[in-house]
């Protein structure tokens, strides 16, 4: 029996449409998929509000697309309506063979010995065969990627996959082997860390998630594995489809890689200077502190919507997409009017941002050394044209710096005297 191929060598395509739809009833699913009319697939992620970010392609018509990790092949399906040339998907066998952790000590996570043969890609097969997909399934691990075996593709995808790994960089290395063109990349990050592009290990704590880097190291990662140019995307909060049972939101990060450095098979836009009606903007505060300290240094986090249809797509020269945020304190001068007095400071945006997606920006800001309310008025700026649209100002309550305890002068001099004082003086 087929667990591998095209739908037709799947043990279920010989199944009625009728018993397909009730085992899929039966079965647990990562993805939401709209298998039919009268069943979408309760999923632990709904990703189609989500496409622009994974997949900011309009026409795969030229490329040969590659997804790694398919799990139940949302990102496949959605390769073949975006019209790829051809899709071949790729997952492990079995979950004895994830790199789910095992060093927590918690006996019900450890693999119990390989499961039921083909059980672990069955959702995969029962969408595929019901949705009539021209997909190739392959069961493959993606440290075993190899292009004498696996061949050469012109798009590799691999979509939130990279923090269950023990070996991130060994898994890029990999994909990179397989990719002719194109390399595109979604997974979890950690803005906190980013000053220090590091990568946080989580393994012993959260079983399922391993190594989390920050932007900055996942864009580095990703460029030591032999790409010549590597585009920072959107980074986005994504949710768990239930909130209810899972508030939790999860920082992600989309990456772009390219082989050559023209490299086009997957059709994206060439760096330009966004069109003037096309520099619209929404921009709101996603995490900025209540009050600081004066002359403290702090973070704001702000929440920028590409709110035009077009793809605003920068590069680090002349083209470079930036936040900008106006500060200072709000006081009132005569006449009782507010005054606001600026101070600028500008962060590069990322390399792409889709049209009504929305990317998270952090700026390091430094608060007045007078008390007061300090105003941050955001704003989008490139080639110092700045985009207009809905802003949100975020204000900042500056307190005062407690007061430093310094000892009286005659107590000041007696401590000088005694620590001039030898040793052997004072026995």
């Not at 995969?124 to 440290?143: C, D, M, P, Q, W």
């Not at 989580?202 to 391993?210: M, N």
Request: net charge positive; hydrophobic share 35%.
């Amino acid at each position: 029996m087929a667990f591998e191929g095209r739908i037709e060598n799947f043990p279920e395509f010989a199944s009625s449409r009728e018993t397909l739809l009730s085992t899929a009833r039966d079965r647990s699913w990562y993805h939401t998929l709209e298998l039919d009319g009268s069943l979408t697939t309760p999923g632990e992620f709904d990703l189609r509000p989500y496409v622009p970010y994974y997949l900011p392609f309009d026409n795969l018509s030229r490329a040969d697309c590659l997804d790694i990790g398919a799990g139940n092949g949302f990102w496949s399906f959605e390769m073949e309506r975006k019209h790829a040339r051809s899709v071949t998907a790729i997952d492990i066998a079995d979950f004895s063979e994830t790199d789910f952790s095992i060093l927590c000590g918690r006996d019900e996570l450890r693999p119990k010995g390989r499961g039921e043969p083909g059980a672990f890609g069955e959702q995969l097969r029962i969408a595929a065969t019901l949705l009539r997909s021209r997909l190739i399934y392959r069961l493959r691990n993606v440290y075993d990627l190899h292009p004498e075996r696996d061949g050469m593709y012109d798009l590799v995808h691999c979509g939130s996959m990279l923090m269950h790994l023990f070996g991130p960089l060994l898994a890029l290395q990999r994909m990179a082997s397989v990719c002719r063109d194109t390399f595109i990349i979604t997974t979890q990050v950690d803005p906190s860390l980013e000053d220090r592009c590091a990568a946080a290990y989580l393994g012993h704590r959260i079983p399922y998630v391993h190594f989390v880097p920050s932007p900055s190291c996942l864009v580095n990662m990703i460029a030591s594995c032999g790409y010549e140019n590597v585009l920072q995307g959107p980074l986005f909060l994504l949710p768990f489809r239930d909130r209810a049972a899972n508030p939790m939101l999860i920082p992600h990060m989309t990456c772009i890689a390219f082989k050559p450095a023209s490299a086009n098979a997957a059709g994206f836009c060439a760096p330009r200077r966004v069109e003037p009606q096309d520099q619209t903007v929404r921009i709101t505060p996603q995490e900025v502190p209540d009050d600081v300290r004066c002359g403290a240094v702090f973070f704001a986090r702000f929440r920028v919507e590409n709110t035009s249809v077009a793809m605003w797509r920068a590069d680090r020269g002349e083209n470079e997409l930036k936040l900008g945020c106006e500060s200072g304190r709000l006081g009132r001068p005569r006449g009782g009017l507010a005054a606001l007095s600026r101070h600028r400071n500008e962060v590069p945006l990322g390399h792409y941002l889709p049209p009504g997606t929305s990317t998270i920006v952090t700026l390091r800001l430094t608060a007045p050394e007078r008390p007061g309310k300090l105003v941050l008025q955001p704003y989008v700026t490139q080639k110092n044209c700045r985009f207009r649209g809905e802003v949100s100002p975020a204000t900042v309550r500056v307190r005062a710096s407690p007061p430093t305890f310094r000892l009286p002068p005659l107590f000041s001099r007696l401590r000088q005297l005694v620590d001039r004082t030898e040793p052997a003086k004072l026995a």
